[in-house]
């Protein structure tokens, strides 16, 4: 830990990764997003390690959701994203895939969020953009946050370059971020780390730091 001009800036994990500096975020694990790639399985496995060290060592914990709108309510946004991703050539053809309330929606079983844990509906691809999650880790004095889900290059490398936009500390669970290829992961990644301001770390090395926590959390509340 350094400290300058009455600041303490956390320079290790250990030290970043404190519930007391840093929240997780699980992001858009729902049952319409996991299984639309190869890795799924593996990604919900790392991101049950990982809520299960964050609810032992007393970590805020935060979902995203996302949903699309209903077409007649949707904007040129959404409507252009359909038609590239269904290969549709008139947006009138698409369909909104995961609406608010339907089964895609729900994140999975397996990660079902617990009580004072909290969900975020959000239609743009970063989790900061036009949601409360901002607002909610400055109340709570947060500096960082660990996040892992689906996908990497679509969701979350927005979420993290906005995040760090934001001042925040992003922690990266790289085998806890699901992507559509090996490929695509890597690329992500590569451009990620090369500023040097993104920690990128795996599940085995933050598990124990997020259970250990727990003596960070006792002891503020002393």
Known sequence: MKYAFGLSIAEKLEEICSPSRCALVVYDMQAGIVPQIAEGPEILSRCQQLLAAARTGGFRVFF???????NCAAGVGQLRRAMVWQRKSDPIATEPLITQESPPWQIV???APREGEVVIDKITMSAFESTFLNVALRDAHLEAFV?????LEVGIEPTVRQGADLNYVPIVATDACGSKTPEAKERSLATLRETGEIIAVNTNQLVPVMKAAVSDRDQSAT
């Open 64 to 70: 995203t959701r996302h949903i699309f709108l209903p």
């Open 109 to 111: 079983s397996e990660l």
């Open 147 to 151: 996040i892992a889900g689906i996908a």
